[in-house]
């Protein structure tokens, strides 16, 4: 019998900060998570102060409490897939909604216009919304009613000077290596 | 990686995720050209590792780690496992080079229809390797081609020179390749662009035979549309419509401790995903699940594992220093463990040269319809979790997802990669299957029913053909296939213009000659009666020096019991006597005369018992006197010999208990047995491929001589080039007759259900004789029914073929009403039909005599 190991975990240590400008953290902060919070609230203050100025006792809240929400739900773990945080999944699904869904057409031969992308309401889904923002929510809806449309040929199907033609049989190839 | 990189991969927009798909520009054997980088591609092939014994399935993973860890050391790797279907067209062409007889064309056309209907899948297991991985920058590329594009000049190309720098690397690279245990040989062009235009329309079915592109364009193998959409993906057809459903799944959790052998063959186990069809009218059918399996990995190099392994250790050691400076005092138990682990895999990675592999394991699944896609991808899902291992749906990702899996991308999805040992990696036996029978030149006798199913071939003159043994054995208890493979085996053997005899102890084969009939080849029920007198005469078979001592034993053993005494001594010297004679043909009748004319009353009245049985039918084809007439014919075709009256004593009764009839039964089918072979030794039979069935050998065991005897004619056969089919319920017997184990080039094993049986049988077909192959012989001959209770399962054996690869094997009819005909039943159509055996016509159908 032999044994083999999977290291994927044992590799992936998770480091944690037990002190921050001689303040004891007690058990730790995750230092992704103390990075990814400053970062958040560095770029959100950042960002108000630079729209309205100096944080009033009124408006306070709307300075600290964002980022906090953002980084207390986004580093928990994704229902569908533990080893992603779903802060992964937001950005994920940004992406998704911005360009994600455009086609590929003849491995990439023809770019894709807005023509060739899926309608906004497959894209996203008040269920998506659900499952990314609250954590441990389970999926309701197992089978999505999306669209069926079919795809127009916009535009030529290949740009006409791309010269890849390539192709060399084995028939060929030996021929070639007998000259 | 860097701080921004790991930002960037953390939140899902690494520079990967972004780049454009492969943009292939040329293919060539083992070689696809990209912009920006060159892979070379290999085919495997697959090892039979179903009926490995755990040695020898340890011993295979560590020389497969010791074979490739060099080889494929810090290079970017991409295994492909794909699907086609085994289809029955590609069967009836490659059949043209089989058979010459009859009417093979239908006999062809009905299994080449029987293999559609069983849709059997086909695996192709691919490794593609980087060889180039700096070819021109892809950005630089874009600037250019826009650049040429507004010019409306040619665009990017690969020229002669480039092309033969790749292929002699590929070259090189083969040839270590080939030699280890992967088999790895350079995939042909034709290979590799089905692979390619595969992934984009997903409606290939069968991979092009080799060699068959004289020129194309490449822009026609990338022709496809593809639209991701949150979890899955839809494929285009040229007219815009859905053609298939499709969804890339990740494997992104294992078992921390993975061993073997046993569940951790996690790419094996690929194959036998089944689930059960909810479609109205087929409610409650398994059906097979076919993944994809696309694995891109790196084997790291010593320095890379060192790295990887002492950078956790620092930091775990780090973080346990710090929590002890602190109020936390000590670390979390995963910090403490990835401590220790470490520590360990740095000592086995000095000392025991134990490497790392990264790997990005994808699994795709189709389907028509959505929902058949999503009832493939659940059924994917749990049979992964029932090993432990975490498969899962991406969301959001699925462009990214199967642009990775393309060929020529590249890992694209960082954070899901999983990192393994050596062992654990390839104990996921990827080149793992089940492979046996021959590979061509032979008709499909079944289909394997291993971890990787296919029409399984058998050629029953194979053995001649070739110049090797020429006996093939079938072992396994009564009502299981046996007499049906042999009948299969005979018209195999009559398509392809040979003599066949079948001898037909059981008196239920008659069928055999009506189908072989129907299928426009000659053949006939040949009955043996007192007109064939002295035709299976031994004198006839051996020569004058052997012939004595062989016609002494079957007198011998047709002798009445009370006379037993004398009858060795006395049969003995007559034989003798009329062999040294001036007899221009002795014969067993003149021995008989001898004796009888005797002086002494004893030894007369032994002739005169002698003379009494060598007037019945039987006995007179045994030691009547000769007539001159054959029972056997000379040509080719299929013919099966039959003696009525036959009565072969069961294994209850004692040698010395056996009647006269009983004992009369066992001469003559010892002696028809010598006579087959005598007329196989024809002169103008030299050279026709010849084919012998002889069921129910373990009979001839019960008698003293037996054991020599079927030695004896094991070698005959070899010696004139005969094949021989041997049917056997008693594994035990023959495999202590050194001679007959040592002519066995091909052994099928069906059910036994004693300890002694089937450890002998595991050794006729090379299998350790432990518990677990004892399992596996008893088990073989039950199924489970649709009402899950336990059910005969018959045809279903272990094929070991001459290559000594052996894999489990269905044998399987063509159509029903071949199965009725060679149905042994009794009640079957074959027996039930008035058989009068004269009406048996020849076909008229020429046959070509093999020369």
């Keep these: 019998m032999l044994e083999g190991k999977t290291l994927t975990k044992t590799l992936d240590v998770e480091a944690k900060q037990h002190e921050v400008l001689g303040l004891d953290l007690g058990e730790g902060i995750p230092r992704h998570q103390l990075f990814l919070g400053v970062a958040i609230v560095f770029v959100w203050v950042g960002l108000l102060f630079l729209v309205f100025g100096a944080p009033t006792p009124k408006t306070v809240m709307i300075y600290i409490l964002p980022p906090i929400l953002i980084l207390v739900i986004g580093t928990q773990p994704y229902e569908f897939q533990p080893r992603r945080r779903l802060l992964t999944q937001w950005s994920l699904k940004s992406r998704f909604i911005a360009k994600g869904s455009r086609a590929i057409i003849r491995s990439g031969a023809r770019p894709p216009t807005r023509h060739d992308s899926i309608p906004l309401r497959d894209r996203v889904t008040v269920d998506q919304l659900r499952q990314l923002f609250i954590p441990g929510a389970k999926r309701i809806e197992l089978n999505p009613a999306i669209s069926d449309h079919t795809h127009t040929r916009v535009g030529s199907l290949i740009l006409t000077n791309r010269r890849a033609v390539k192709l060399v049989s084995s028939t060929a190839a030996k021929e070639l290596s007998k000259k | ?851």
């Design chain 2, 1 to 851: 990686m860097s701080i921004k990189e790991k930002i960037q991969t953390y939140l899902g927009l690494n520079k990967e995720r972004s780049a454009p798909p492969p943009n292939l520009l040329a293919v060539a054997p083992g070689l696809a050209v990209y912009t920006d980088k060159a892979v070379a591609w290999f085919r495997i092939r697959t090892s039979n590792s179903d009926l490995y014994s755990e040695g020898e399935s340890d011993n295979e993973i560590l020389s497969m780690i010791r074979g490739v860890s060099k080889i494929l050391q810090d290079k970017d790797c991409h295994l492909k496992i794909v699907w086609s279907r085994i289809s029955g067209e590609q069967y009836e062409k490659e059949s043209e080079l089989i058979y010459t007889a009859g009417d093979w064309r239908r006999w062809v056309a009905d299994r080449a229809d029987r293999i559609d209907d069983l849709l059997l899948p086909d695996r192709h297991i691919l490794l593609g390797i980087t060889i180039d991985s700096d070819r021109k920058s892809v950005t630089n590329n874009h600037v250019i081609n826009s650049a040429t594009d507004m010019l409306g000049i040619a665009g990017e190309g690969t020229s002669r020179r480039e092309l033969d720098y790749y292929l002699g690397l590929i070259e090189k690279m083969a040839r270590p390749l080939r030699q280890s245990k992967l088999g790895a040989q350079i995939a042909s062009t034709e290979i590799i662009a089905w692979m390619i235009a595969r992934e984009q329309r997903r409606d290939i079915s069968v991979p092009p035979t080799t060699e068959t592109i004289t020129g194309a364009s490449l822009h026609k193998l990338t022709a496809g549309r593809v639209v991701p959409y949150v979890d899955h993906l839809r494929f285009y057809d040229a007219r815009g419509a859905t053609s298939a459903y499709g969804s890339v799944l990740v494997m992104s959790d294992f078992p921390e401790i993975i061993e073997t052998p046993g569940a951790a063959a996690w790419l094996l186990n690929l194959s036998s995903i089944t689930r059960i069809d909810d479609r109205p009218g087929f409610e409650g059918d398994e059906v097979p699940v076919i993944a994809d399996a696309s694995i891109r990995f790196k084997l790291l190099s010593r320095k890379q594992t060192l790295k990887k392994l002492e950078d956790t250790r620092t930091l775990a050691r780090e973080q346990r220093i710090s929590a002890a400076k602190h109020s936390a005092e000590e670390t979390s138990d995963e910090i403490s463990e990835s401590e220790q682990t470490t520590r360990e895999m740095i000592y086995q990675v000095n000392r025991e040269g134990l490497y790392l592999i990264e790997h990005h394991p994808r699994l795709t699944v189709v389907g028509a319809t959505y929902d058949e896609m999503e009832a493939n991808r659940e059924a994917v899902i749990a049979h992964y979790a029932e090993m432990g291992i975490t498969v899962a749906p991406a969301d959001d990702e699925q462009r990214e997802l199967w642009l990775e899996t393309l060929p020529g991308d590249q890992v694209r999805v960082h954070d899901l990669g999983t990192i393994q040992t050596d062992v654990a990696f390839f104990a996921s036996w990827f080149w793992g299957g089940s492979r046996v029978g021959d590979t061509s030149n032979a008709g499909a006798i079944g289909v394997t029913t291993g971890s990787t199913p296919g029409i399984s071939r058998f050629n029953p003159l194979g053995g001649g053909l070739r110049g090797d043994a020429t006996t093939t054995g079938i072992f396994g208890r009564s009502g299981r296939g046996k007499t049906t493979l042999i009948q299969m085996s005979c018209m195999e053997a009559g398509f392809q213009g040979a003599w066949v005899t079948l001898f037909d102890i059981k008196i239920e084969g008659a069928g055999l000659a009506h189908l072989a009939n129907a299928y426009g080849l000659p053949a006939q029920v040949l009955r043996v009666g007192v007109e064939h007198s002295g035709s299976a005469d031994l004198f006839n078979v051996f020569d004058r020096n052997a012939a004595p001592l062989a016609v002494a034993r079957q007198l011998t053993l047709m002798a009445p019991k009370s006379m037993k005494g004398i009858a060795e001594t006395v049969t003995l010297a007559a034989a003798s006597t009329i062999a040294k004679s001036s007899f221009e043909k002795p014969s067993t009748w003149a021995t008989i005369q001898l004796i009888a004319q005797s002086t002494s009353p004893e030894t007369a009245a032994l002739g005169a018992a002698l003379i009494d049985l060598a007037q019945t039918p039987l006995g007179a084809a045994v030691a009547g006197p000769p007539s001159g007439k054959r029972v056997l014919r000379e040509e080719p075709g299929v013919w099966v010999l039959q003696l009525p009256g036959l009565s072969l004593p069961g294994p209850q009764i004692q040698q010395d208990d056996w009647d006269a009839n009983q004992r009369l039964s066992m001469a003559a089918m010892r002696a028809f047995m010598a006579h087959t072979m005598e007329v196989a030794s024809q002169q103008h039979m030299r050279t026709m491929p010849k084919l012998i069935a002889w069921p129910e050998v373990h009979r001839l065991l019960r008698t003293e001589d037996g054991k020599d005897f079927l030695d004896q004619l094991a070698r005959l056969g070899r010696a004139l080039n005969a094949n021989l089919m041997i049917d056997s319920q008693d594994a035990t017997g023959i495999s202590e007759i050194e001679g007959v184990v040592e002519q066995l080039s091909t052994v099928f094993g069906f059910q036994l259900t004693t300890a002694t049986q089937q450890d002998a049988l595991a050794e006729l077909l090379h299998l350790d004789p432990n518990a677990n192959t004892r399992d596996l012989i008893r088990e073989m001959g039950f199924q489970m029914g649709t009402d899950g209770e336990t059910e005969i399962r018959k045809g279903h054996c272990i094929y070991r073929d001459w290559r000594d690869n052996a894999a489990f094997v269905q044998i399987d009819l063509p159509t029903a009403e071949i199965q009725e005909m060679l149905s042994t039943n009794p009640d079957a159509t074959a027996t039930s039909v008035d058989l009068n055996y004269e009406d048996f016509e020849l076909a008229t159908t020429t046959v070509e005599a093999h020369s």
